[in-house]
DNA sequence: CTATAATTTCAGTAATTACTGAAATACAGA
DNA sequence: TCTGTATTTCAGTAATTACTGAAATTATAG
C-alpha cells in the first residue's frame, strides 16, 4: 500500500509528536495510520505502508493495545488479525485520559498519600509535606472533577465545554439555588 | 546536603515518573526537590544534593526554565543564582497546562487545519479528512473551554470542580434560564 | 494430527537521549 | 581595566530506548 500525501503527513506528524507524549514514533505512526484508514487493516498491511518490520508493527500493536487504543477484528475467511481505531473520538479521549491517569497520576495520588501520613521529625520534613499535602489536595481534586466529568455523556460534555466562560456565572446561579452545597469542603 | 528519607523518596519518585511524563530524570529530581525546599537553592547546592554533574544541573534548570517551572531570584551579597518553584498549586498547574497545550496540542491543531482545508482527489483522502474534522473538532472544543476555564481565580475553580458531577443538574438549570444559548452550535 | 500461515518473542544492533568534564563565556567587585 | 567566581556550552561517552531478523510459538484448515 502507499499513501497519499495527505494521509502520509498526517501519520508523519503523528510520529513525530509521539516523543513529546511519551509514546515512541512506531506506535504513533500506526495508530494515525489506523484513525484515517476506512477499513481495518492487518498487521502486514501495516508494516507495508510505514516500512516498518513485521516485529515492531506486532510490538507497537501490542502497546496500542494496552492502552486500549485498537479493536481487533477478523474477516471472513481470512485467519489474520485486523485492527482499527474506534470511530468515536470523543471516546478515545475518555480512554486516552483514563489510561493516562492510571499511569501517570495514580501513582504519584499513591505515593504522596503515604509521604503525608508519617509524622515529620524535622522542620525540613514538616515543610516537605506541607507541600506535599497541597499537591495531593490539588491532584485529586482536579481528577475527582474530571472523572466525574468524564462519565456525562458526549451531548452533555459538549455543552458543558461549549458554556466555557459562562461557567463563572453559572456558579453564580447555583450558589444560590443551594446545588452542589454538599461539596463545599474546603482545606 | 543529604536529604531525609522522605524528601529522598519524594525527589526519586518524580525523577522515576519524569519518564512517562517526557521530562528526563534529572530534571524531575531537580524540580521535586525545589519544590519541597523551604529556601531556594543554588545550582550547587543542587548538584551536590542529587549526585548530578554541575552541567547537568546547568542544562536542567534551563529545560525548567523554558517550562516556566522555577523562579530564579538573588541573595544579598550573594552573586550565585537561586531557585525556587513557586509555592502556589494552581499557578503551577495552569503553567503547566499552559506549555502543554503549546507544544503538545497546538502543533497538532494547526496540522489538522491545514489538512482540512485541502480538497480531496480520492475517496481515502475523503474519509481521511472526516476523521481529521473529528479529531479537529473535539481537540478545539477541548482546549478552548480548558482555556476559559483556566481564566477563573482559583476559587471559583476550585467550587466548579467540586461541583463535580452535580454540572449534569446545572445544565438543565442554565438550559431553562438560557445562560449559554449563544453555544448551542453543533457538528 | 500435520502442514502451513500468522504472530510473538528475543537477542543483537542501531539510533537516540542523557550525562560528564573541560573549555569558553559572562559577570561582579576591586 | 583585571581577577576570580559563576554559569553555560559542547564534544565525547555512557545509558537507554527503538528496531530488526531469526527462531519459537500459536492457531487454523485440512
Same mark, same amino acid.
Given at each position: 500500500?502507499?499513501l497519499t500525501?495527505?494521509?502520509?503527513?498526517?501519520?508523519?506528524?503523528?510520529?513525530?509528536m509521539?516523543?513529546?507524549?511519551?509514546?515512541?514514533? =512506531?506506535?504513533?505512526?500506526?495508530?494515525?495510520?489506523?484513525?484515517?484508514?476506512?477499513?481495518?487493516?492487518?498487521?502486514e498491511?501495516?508494516?507495508?505502508a510505514?516500512?516498518?518490520?513485521?516485529?515492531?508493527?506486532?510490538?507497537?500493536?501490542?502497546?496500542?493495545?494496552?492502552?486500549?487504543?485498537?479493536?481487533? !477484528?477478523h474477516?471472513?475467511?481470512?485467519?489474520?488479525?485486523?485492527?482499527?481505531?474506534?470511530?468515536?473520538?470523543?471516546?478515545?479521549?475518555? =480512554?486516552?485520559?483514563?489510561?493516562?491517569?492510571?499511569?501517570?497520576?495514580d501513582?504519584?495520588?499513591?505515593?504522596?498519600?503515604?509521604?503525608?501520613?508519617?509524622s515529620?521529625?524535622?522542620p525540613q520534613?514538616a515543610?516537605? !509535606?506541607?507541600?506535599?499535602?497541597?499537591?495531593?489536595?490539588?491532584?485529586?481534586?482536579? =481528577?475527582?472533577?474530571?472523572?466525574?466529568?468524564?462519565?456525562?455523556?458526549?451531548?452533555?460534555?459538549?455543552?458543558?465545554?461549549?458554556?466555557?466562560?459562562?461557567?463563572?456565572?453559572?456558579?453564580e446561579? =447555583?450558589?444560590?439555588?443551594?446545588?452542589?452545597?454538599?461539596?463545599?469542603?474546603?482545606g
Amino acid at each position: 500500500m502507499n499513501l497519499t500525501p495527505l494521509r502520509q503527513s498526517f501519520v508523519l506528524h503523528f510520529g513525530e509528536m509521539g516523543s513529546r507524549w511519551g509514546i515512541n514514533r =512506531t506506535v504513533g505512526q500506526i495508530y494515525a495510520l489506523l484513525f484515517v484508514s476506512e477499513k481495518p487493516l492487518n498487521a502486514e498491511e501495516i508494516a507495508d505502508a510505514l516500512a516498518f518490520s513485521r516485529s515492531n508493527v506486532s510490538m507497537g500493536l501490542k502497546e496500542l493495545d494496552s492502552w486500549k487504543l485498537v479493536r481487533l !477484528q477478523h474477516l471472513p475467511g481470512d485467519r489474520r488479525e485486523y485492527f482499527s481505531a474506534p470511530e468515536d473520538v470523543w471516546a478515545i479521549f475518555r =480512554t486516552l485520559a483514563d489510561e493516562r491517569r492510571k499511569r501517570e497520576i495514580d501513582p504519584t495520588l499513591s505515593m504522596l498519600r503515604d509521604a503525608i501520613l508519617v509524622s515529620p521529625d524535622n522542620p525540613q520534613d514538616a515543610f516537605a !509535606q506541607a507541600r506535599m499535602r497541597a499537591m495531593h489536595e490539588l491532584i485529586e481534586t482536579v =481528577t475527582d472533577w474530571f472523572s466525574d466529568v468524564q462519565k456525562l455523556d458526549e451531548q452533555t460534555l459538549r455543552k458543558l465545554m461549549k458554556l466555557g466562560a459562562a461557567a463563572q456565572k453559572v456558579l453564580e446561579f =447555583t450558589g444560590k439555588l443551594g446545588l452542589g452545597g454538599s461539596n463545599e469542603r474546603n482545606g
